[in-house]
């Protein structure tokens, strides 16, 4: 027999069971100092698991025939909340086994975990005293959050929480559009905001979770504030919680930390905490035909873009019905931990360092007193063994990570550091070097592109910039020395240079696509479009006469180009020549 949700939540909200006023005027201001205490371990730890689990596990993706679905199983196959309940029934994961789960992402490197405590169906991994559709109404009756969070602590690990704010089960949520046999006027954000309250009320008391991590909070119907009032609640209860952005509107002043989701922002989110979440194949719920695994270098090399930008990386799994992590995570995991050990001091507590793109890898730092100290990810071991750095700083000593005996000599230049690489790269995959610096990092002034002596101006993809912080996965293909994964339209590239020369320019550059589209050029004062014949394949490229534009006076000029939205099909892009052209 369902218990009265609404006479439930009018008692609990009249006693304030799970504690702090629905709304109080006291404000509390949250000092820097303060905030930045509680965020440290956040802002060290850099990695974490994220744990998509549920009823929905059951089906394992498939319904009907069709095979791509996962937690959104119900919406997606438009099951009908009768039909769907009977995974409740379903549901024992007997293999479940918090140490061994906990143990993987341990053995990964990672510092903290974040499992969906109730997804969008509504569903509650817990017993709940606001509802019977949780755990409890399973025959699974041991308390799996429970006996994560015990697991967590035994380690050393911070537990945290998934919660989604849309409910497709709760009477007074709005029910799905397909959903016509359900009453479309219970609808009732208050009644939906107190049993969010709550059950975040409980959940603190049962498990003191140190990451709340909402989502579904799109829905119009609730409000900026609806989550100012569940995040002030949250600040009443667990004052230390760490809470992501999707609290209310996905705005920068309610919650801790950006969420970009399946993406690495393209010069990440400066001033600002941010952690991007990802599956580790194509599904966040358990999918059992899924097999679009990215493959362990690429997770490693996430790990190190989304640190050298000042991120966090909260990696999922999608655990079976049965209670068992996909063993393709485990291995990709557990390769990533063999990684992590040997250099983890690269990325926990690290900062995005201001150097600007290089095209060898990326750079974590961390200042220590007056000083600082680089982690030079090497992904591309040079050919000459010199690895350039444009920082004007001495040196107190450089050597590989992996071996701290292996001393390497750094050269200060006109323009930077050099450091001699003997031998070959220590990892295949990301070869860390360390550069002990003294001092605060000094960057070169004069590391600005300039214009030659014979007036050309030549902007190599190292220098290249990228823009949008939603820019998917432009980035610098070190293999053909190009710019690469130039997927999303709104994604741009721009260079920055010094002109002194000015004059009338033919701009040249080399492309490389499978399909003909339109890249929007903008220079000085012009723009204009320019069509890109495709080259038949990625790796061919071919040179494409831009035109001439006019650069009429000396100083900084700025570069742009921006895909033409139309027709937008990724090009692969090499080095863009400005050369001095006579006469009109
Ligand atoms: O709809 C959810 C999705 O199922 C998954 O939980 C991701 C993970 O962040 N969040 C939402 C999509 O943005």
Not at 29 to 34: G, K
Request: hydrophobic share 40%; aromatic share 10%; charged share 25%.
């Amino acid at each position: 027999m369902m218990k009265s949700t609404i006479t439930l939540i009018i008692i609990f909200l009249s006693l304030n069971l799970y504690g702090g006023e629905t709304r109080s005027d006291t404000s509390n201001v949250e000092s820097m100092a303060a905030k930045d205490a509680r965020m440290e371990w956040f802002r060290d730890a850099r990695f974490g698991m994220f744990i998509h689990w549920g009823i929905y596990s059951v089906p394992a993706g498939e319904w009907n025939g069709r095979t791509n679905h996962a937690e959104w199983i119900r919406d997606t196959a438009q099951i009908p909340l009768d039909t769907y309940n009977r995974f409740i029934d379903q549901f024992n994961p007997v293999k479940f086994d918090a140490d061994e789960w906990v143990g993987v992402a341990k053995a990964a490197g990672m510092k903290y975990m974040v499992i969906t405590a109730k997804h969008h169906d509504g569903f509650c991994m817990w017993p709940s005293a606001f509802t019977d559709y949780d755990l409890a109404s399973t025959s699974f009756k041991r308390d799996i959050l429970g006996e994560l969070k015990e697991a967590c602590d035994k380690v050393g690990i911070k537990f945290g929480l998934y919660y989604s704010i849309m409910d497709w089960h709760h009477p007074n949520y709005l029910p799905r559009k397909w959903e016509q046999d359900r009453p479309q006027d219970l609808v009732d954000m208050e009644i939906i905001s107190a049993y969010v309250q709550n059950q975040i009320g409980e959940l603190i008391q049962r498990y003191d979770p140190a990451v709340l991590w909402f989502d579904g909070e799109w829905d119009k119907e609730w409000t900026r504030e609806h989550g100012e009032d569940l995040h002030r609640h949250i600040r009443e209860l667990k004052p230390d919680a760490v809470v992501n952005n999707r609290v209310g509107k996905r705005t920068r002043d309610l919650g801790d930390f950006g969420t970009p989701e399946q993406h690495i922002p393209a010069k990440g989110i400066p001033g600002w905490d941010w952690e991007t979440c990802m599956t580790m194949n194509g599904q966040w719920g358990y999918n059992k035909h899924d097999d679009r695994w990215k493959s362990t270098e690429d997770l490693l090399r996430k790990l190190v873009d989304i640190s050298s930008k000042g991120g966090n990386f909260l990696l999922n799994v999608g655990p079976t019905a049965e209670g068992e992590i996909p063993i393709q995570s485990i291995t990709r995991l557990k390769a990533m931990g063999q990684w992590m050990q040997v250099n983890g001091e690269s990325i926990y507590g690290t900062q995005a360092s201001s150097i600007r793109p290089l095209v060898f890898g990326k750079v974590t730092q961390k200042v220590e007193g007056n000083d600082t100290t680089l982690y030079l990810h090497v992904s591309e071991w040079p050919e000459d063994g010199q690895l350039f750095v444009p920082v004007m700083n001495r040196v107190a000593s450089a050597f590989l990570l992996s071996d701290r005996k292996h001393v390497l000599h750094a050269r200060k230049g006109e323009t930077g550091l050099t450091i001699d690489l003997s031998g070959a790269a220590p990892d295949s995959v990301d070869s860390v070097v360390v550069v002990k610096l003294i001092g605060a990092l000094e960057l070169n002034p004069l590391d600005q592109l300039q214009q030659s002596e014979d007036g050309i101006v030549t902007l190599p993809v190292d220098r290249a910039e990228f823009g949008q912080h939603h820019a998917g996965n432009l980035q610098i293909d070190a293999k053909l020395k190009a710019i690469g994964h130039w997927n999303h339209p709104d994604a741009f590239v721009q260079w920055t240079f010094m002109v002194n020369n000015p004059g009338r320019f033919r701009m040249t550059t080399e492309t490389a696509s499978l399909k003909a589209c339109s890249i929007k050029v903008s220079l000085s004062d012009q723009e204009r479009e320019v069509a890109v014949p495709p080259s038949g394949n990625y790796g061919d490229f071919q040179t494409l006469d831009a035109g001439v534009f006019e650069i009429k006076d000396t100083g900084v000029c700025t570069l742009i180009f921006k895909p033409v939205r139309k027709d937008w099909s990724p090009v692969n892009l090499r080095a863009v020549s400005l050369i001095p052209v006579s006469g009109n």
